[in-house]
């Protein structure tokens, strides 16, 4: 059983700074991609980051320039470290990966259950 749980969330006032962090648990055989994606109140659930095991990263234009995404790959770990953060980066982050186990060697998608982040003052 694998497992991805995130901390690091919580309330900041705008122009501030959080870390969110990821560890994904259980038996592990190999991380492909991570991924932190965020869900706003009536809103799609939208990619912010990725980062590949070889550590090539994306974002999305609206956290570009603001946002650095990390991981640990002895760790089983993911961070997004986020700056300058407004308003509209309120939502629910979400951790996720493509994960293969021990006993099960293809990569299948997990979800950790999510942080929330309030940018308000």
């Known amino acids: 059983q694998v497992q991805l749980v995130e901390s690091g969330g919580g309330l900041v006032q705008p122009g501030g700074s959080l870390r969110l962090s990821c560890v994904a648990s259980?038996?592990?055989?190999?991380?492909?991609?991570m991924n932190w994606y965020r869900q706003a109140p009536g809103k799609q659930r939208e990619l912010v980051a990725a980062i590949t095991s070889g550590g090539t990263t994306n974002y999305a234009d609206s956290v570009k320039g603001r946002s650095t995404i990390s991981r640990d790959n002895a760790k089983n770990t993911v961070s997004l470290q986020m700056n300058s953060l407004k308003p509209e980066d309120t939502a629910v982050y979400y951790c996720?990966?493509?994960?293969?186990?021990?006993?099960?060697?293809?990569?299948?998608?997990?979800w950790g259950q999510g942080t929330q982040v309030t940018v308000s003052s």
């Open positions: 996720n990966a493509d994960i293969s186990t021990i006993r099960r060697r293809s990569f299948h998608n997990y």
């Open positions: 259980g038996s592990i055989f190999s991380i492909n991609t």
